[in-house]
């Protein structure tokens, strides 16, 4: 299996444009979480999915970020429009479908700079 | 609010040199604390998971145990390649927790040959 798989890698953009960042899950797991990470505040959830529902959104910033699971197998997370301050790596992971052993598979990231 | 503190934020060690990384949590009920290990341009990648106090688990060089309000993550004779940022993770019991885990800011090991 591929494993977790996140497009674009790196991504700089500049203040007030979208930012649309894909995800692709490893096939047969059905959760999917979206972290943010920075140097100051560590790896933060910022939502998570369990069978394309979100379950936890309480993570996402303001209303300029947006999440969906338009199927089974992928996922997008946009922010509209991007501000400097969201400049983070952000990571995808995914979970088997059976268990809850908090044993998350995470895809490379995308390094999102915002100018 | 679950919290987990992660010391030291940084280790240097020579290659050979054993010792510990240290996790304290704060949470309302635990239903498992996880160590990941997180290399330089990559995603986290999942070590071990522990659900009990007392509880211990091996891999390699790493050894990692628990207790009520701390984990250790133990390694024996670090080699070069040990070196990474090393991040534990709490998971809350209950509700919409399912999942989420709460991570520490990490420690950075960094092994000398």
């Known amino acids: 299996d591929a494993g977790v798989i996140q497009s674009p890698r790196h991504e700089v953009t500049e203040m007030g444009q979208e930012v649309t960042l894909r995800c692709k899950l490893i096939?047969?797991?059905?959760?999917l979480f979206w972290y943010r990470q920075t140097m100051m505040r560590g790896l933060e959830l910022l939502i998570y999915?369990?069978?394309?529902?979100?379950?936890?959104d309480s993570g996402m910033p303001e209303d300029r970020f947006s999440a969906k699971m338009p199927n089974a197998s992928f996922s997008t997370l946009k922010i509209q429009p991007s501000e400097p301050r969201d400049s983070a790596v952000y990571f995808c992971?995914?979970?088997?479908?059976?268990?809850?052993?908090?044993?998350?598979?995470f895809g490379e990231g995308s390094r999102l700079t915002v100018l | 609010e679950d919290q987990v503190t992660q010391s030291p934020e940084a280790l240097r060690l020579q290659e050979g040199e054993s010792s510990s990384l240290n996790c304290s949590y704060t949470v309302s009920g635990l239903r498992g604390l996880f160590w990941y290990r997180q290399d330089p341009g990559k995603g986290p990648e999942f070590l071990f998971t522990?659900?009990?106090a007392g509880e211990e688990k091996e891999k390699e060089r790493l050894k990692a145990t628990l207790t009520k309000k701390e984990s250790f993550l133990h390694i024996t004779a670090p080699k070069p390649e040990d070196s990474a940022t090393y991040l534990c993770?709490?998971?809350?019991?209950?509700?919409?927790?399912?999942?989420?885990?709460?991570f520490g800011q990490g420690t950075i090991l960094t092994v000398h040959p």
């Open positions: 522990l659900y009990s």
């Open positions: 999915f369990n069978n394309n529902v979100p379950i936890d």
């Open positions: 992971a995914s979970s088997p479908r059976t268990g809850s052993t908090g044993e998350l598979f």
């Open positions: 096939s047969g797991h059905n959760s």
């Open positions: 993770a709490v998971q809350a019991v209950g509700g919409t927790s399912y999942g989420k885990l709460t």
